[in-house]
């Protein structure tokens, strides 16, 4: 079993609808969580960023942590044709500043119709 | 503009050559990362370097090997030890300092027939 589970989809929805992204994970050591956006032939880029259970938010996007299911999910309202790129989970037990530790989900891809 | 440049973009070699793979940050980042990348998989760590003239070994660095001889460069050469290279490869750089986000490349897809 993978720590990081992520379905690869494709998730596809018209414009305008509300998205969500989801990853489960294994480890309950985990209290780092990014997303990370990456369109195609692109690298990655950091998306969100939440430290331990909550929600976050930035904009359209939202970042909410189930520590408890072991369970993360990143929300998109009003979703846009641009907004179509792969969505990576990633997550580590930390601390905070051991990028090099990060377990990555394998990448959810959505395609936003207009 | 400040960023992380691969080349190539795309690189086709004969199985049985060594090859290498260039990355160049101008971020002043001390920290830089190799990644591979291949479908239905998460990325996963080759090689990462936190300071010059130091690096560790990532999950999966047998059949690669890097060098960090200047902050902003990182190359990585892919040996024919490596039992299966066809692959798409990022490289990304971080200030090294607390938490800061990782900073991709665009990417190198390596062919190997």
């Known amino acids: 079993q993978k720590e990081v589970e992520q379905d690869p989809g494709p998730l596809s929805v018209p414009e305008g609808a509300i998205v969500s992204l989801n990853c489960t994970y294994s480890?309950?050591?985990?209290?780092?969580f990014m997303w990370y956006r990456q369109y195609s032939r692109k690298g990655p880029e950091l998306l969100m960023y939440?430290?331990s259970s909550g929600n976050k938010e930035d904009g359209r996007f939202t970042a909410q942590v189930d520590k408890s299911s072991k369970y993360i999910s990143l929300f998109i309202r009003d979703s846009q044709p641009s907004d179509s790129a792969t969505y990576l989970c990633?997550?580590?037990?930390?601390?905070?500043?051991?990028?090099?530790?990060?377990?990555w989900g394998a990448g959810t891809k959505l395609i936003i119709k207009p | 503009d400040g960023g992380i440049t691969q080349s190539p973009k795309y690189l086709f070699r004969k199985e049985g050559q060594n090859v290498t793979l260039s990355c160049e940050q101008n971020?002043?980042?001390?920290?830089m990362y190799w990644y591979r990348q291949d479908p239905g998989q998460g990325l996963r760590l080759i090689y990462y370097?936190?300071?010059?003239?130091?690096?560790q070994k990532g999950d999966i660095a047998e059949g690669y090997s890097v060098s960090r001889e200047k902050k902003e460069s990182f190359p990585l050469t892919v040996t024919s030890a490596q039992k299966n290279p066809t692959a798409f490869y990022l490289c990304?750089?971080?200030?090294?300092?607390?938490?800061?986000?990782?900073?991709f490349g665009n990417g190198t897809r390596l062919t190997v027939t």
């Open positions: 990304a750089s971080e200030r090294g300092q607390g938490f800061s986000p990782l900073h």
């Open positions: 971020l002043n980042h001390d920290a």
């Open positions: 370097s936190q300071i010059v003239n130091d690096f």
């Open positions: 480890n309950s050591a985990f209290q780092y």
């Open positions: 939440t430290y």
């Open positions: 990633a997550m580590s037990a930390g601390p905070g500043d051991s990028n090099y530790q990060l377990i």
